[in-house]
Structure formats: C-alpha cells, structure tokens
C-alpha cells in the first residue's frame, strides 16, 4: 500500500526532471515578472519587438547538442521561446517549440529542423 502512495510522487518529480528549467521558471513568473527580471533569468533576447504602444515580444532560442555517437555528431536540439510582455512590461504569455537538427551542430534558423511536442 505504501508503494502504492509513493508512486504518484515519484512520477511527479520525473516530470520536473524533464521539463525545462526555462519553461518552470517562465510558468512560475507568468503575470508577475519585469522585462527586466525576465532577462536577469533567461538572459539577453535574441530578438526584441516591441510593439507600441501594446508591449513587446521576445524571442529566445537555447541549443543543444545531441550526444555523439561513436565520435560522430548525431544532432542537435533548438528550444525556441517567445515570450510576450504588456504594455507595462509585465510578463503575459509564453510559447515553447522544440526542434531536432539532424547531423547539423549549428542549424540557422532554429525552425528548419524537424518540430518535436514541447513540454
């Protein structure tokens, strides 16, 4: 029985594991967030729109490379995130998209590859 009442946790904190740490802190600072906050956290934008006098939208993209196999690159992940701020630099909405770039280590744009479901 006790297992029973421990599996539920277990799989919860699995999940954490693998959800992204931008994606939990963005969910977390959803409506409550600066621009400048935002930015303390995730770093600069790889763009910037800001679009008066409604607020601006900000595009991040973190990459990494795919484990090699036998010394040989298999690929990369690109993690894009938009992320929308109001006119008083609130932080209102997020998106995250995940894309796999196969053999190519360094893929411009980060949306040329083959799109995953995001957590």
């Known amino acids: ?69 036998r010394g040989t690159p298999t690929g990369f992940w690109c993690d894009e995130y938009r992320v929308s701020f109001d006119s008083g630099g609130i932080l209102r909405a997020w998106t995250h998209r995940s894309f796999y770039h196969k053999g190519e280590l360094q893929p411009e744009p980060c949306q040329a590859g083959y799109e995953r479901l995001a957590l």
Not at 10 to 39: D, F, G, W
């Open 1 to 69: 029985m006790r297992g029973l009442l421990l599996f539920p946790l277990l799989i919860l904190s699995a999940c954490a594991l693998i959800i992204p740490p931008e994606c939990r802190y963005l969910k977390a600072a959803q409506n409550h967030a600066t621009m400048a906050e935002v930015q303390e956290r995730l770093g600069p934008p790889l763009t910037k729109n800001d679009i008066p006098p409604h607020g601006a939208t900000w595009l991040y993209e973190v990459r990494e490379e795919q484990p090699t196999h």
